[in-house]
Every structure is written in C-alpha cells, then in structure tokens.
T-cell receptor, first 112, second 117 residues
C-alpha cells in the first residue's frame, strides 16, 4: 500500500534562517506531488505541484521554493524565512491522471 | 477559475444530533467534488468524493453528501453525530491541469465542528 511521510512534524525557526521540509511517498511510481500551506482561517493554499522529477510549478509567488530530486521525494525550501512563512505545511500525492489527493501528517512551522 | 465557499466557519452540535455542512462551488464544467476531514495537528483524510453518476454519495464514518447542480452545492450530512466527529471539514473542487495529467484541488476555508457531549 502507498504511504506518505513528511518530516519534521514540528519546527521552530528564527527569522532569516533556511528551511528544508521533506516529503517522501512509498508504494507508487511517478506520483504527482503537492505542497500546501494552511494558515489559520484561510483554508489550504496550493504552493507547488510536480508531475515528474525536476518539474516544479509554482502557484503563488513567495519566499519558498520546491524541488523534486527523486521520483518520490519532494522538498520545500527557503533561503531566509519570514515571519509570514509560519503555518501548517502539508505534502500530498496523487496518481497521474487521478483526482484524489492523499495527504501527509503535516509540519507545523513557527518562525520566531 | 474555480472557487469553493464554506459559509459556516464554526458549527456546534450536540452528540446524536444531525449535521449538515454547507459547500458551494464555482466551476464551469462538471466538477469533481471532495470532502476531507482534518483532526487537530493532522493531515487531511478523504471522507467522500463525487465524480459523476448518482448525486448522493456515501463516504466513510457514516457521512454522505449530495451534489445539486442547480444550486452549485455539495453539502455534507450525517444523521447522528458522534463526539469523535469533532474536527475541521474541508470541501474541495478538482480541476484538471491542461495536458499535465494532474488535477488541482481548490479548497474551501473549512468548517470547524464542535460536538457537545
């Protein structure tokens, strides 16, 4: 069966520090991968999606970037965090051509 | 562009009472519609989905939802709420990326459900 792993679960980082959140999927090949951010009272915002290795599309211009170095690995990064980057970050995957997304457990990021 | 509106930010119901969470969408074609549930500090779990066919869909945990094209709605219902249903519920609409073989989910802002014992 397919599983999705996301870590760390909780992260506190100072303003201006770098960020790296990792997401891996097991049990499937060539998944579509997604990064969402959930801010309080604002629902889920799609940040990035990827349909293959090295293929990243950004939905919202911001202080973050994403990379997909391997088929089942999706990384969310920042060179310098801002206070406004605080939030709950969710990784998700779907099969190619599929509409149902499967979510990781999320990372709570607090920028101080 | 597609959009999803969940008009109720927070709903409180008594255990055993019936529940209806509202969802309205804006989308030009026949939408793919979803309801997800999120427990505090956790990811999202799919409750049910509508692609086509029967407009009343059954999901997990005793939930159901009805697609009404004339009202652009996809309301979630449960006849008798349990205390463990307390969570946040998200409605979403799916749209295919042109030629990309993938779909974008647009989520509503969520409805937080509290259950009184």
């Amino acid at each position: 069966s397919q599983t999705i792993h996301q870590w760390p679960a909780t992260l506190v980082q100072p303003v201006g520090s770098p960020l790296s959140l990792e997401c891996t999927v097991e049990g499937t090949s060539n998944p579509n991968l997604y990064w969402y951010r959930q801010a309080a009272g604002r629902g889920l915002q799609l940040l990035f999606y990827s349909v293959g290795i090295g293929q990243i599309s950004s939905e919202v211009p911001q202080n973050l970037s994403a990379s997909r170095p391997q088929d089942r690995q999706f990384i969310l990064s920042s060179k310098k965090l801002l206070l406004s980057d605080s939030g709950f970050y969710l990784c998700a995957w779907s099969v190619t051509g599929g509409t149902e997304a499967f979510f990781g457990q999320g990372t709570r990021l607090t920028v101080v | 562009a597609q959009s999803v509106t969940q008009p109720d930010i927070h709903i409180t119901v008594s255990e055993g009472a019936s529940l209806e969470l509202r969802c309205n969408y804006s989308y030009g074609a026949t939408p793919y519609l979803f309801w997800y549930v999120q427990s505090p500090g956790q990811g999202l779990q799919l409750l049910l989905k509508y692609f086509s066919g029967d407009t009343l869909v059954q999901g997990i945990k005793g939930f159901e939802a009805e697609f009404k094209r004339s009202q652009s709605s996809f309301n979630l219902r449960k006849p008798s709420v349990h205390w463990s249903d307390a969570a946040e519920y998200f409605c979403a609409v799916g749209e295919a990326y042109s030629g990309a073989g993938s779909y974008q989910l647009t989520f509503g802002k969520g409805t937080k459900l509290s259950v009184i014992p």
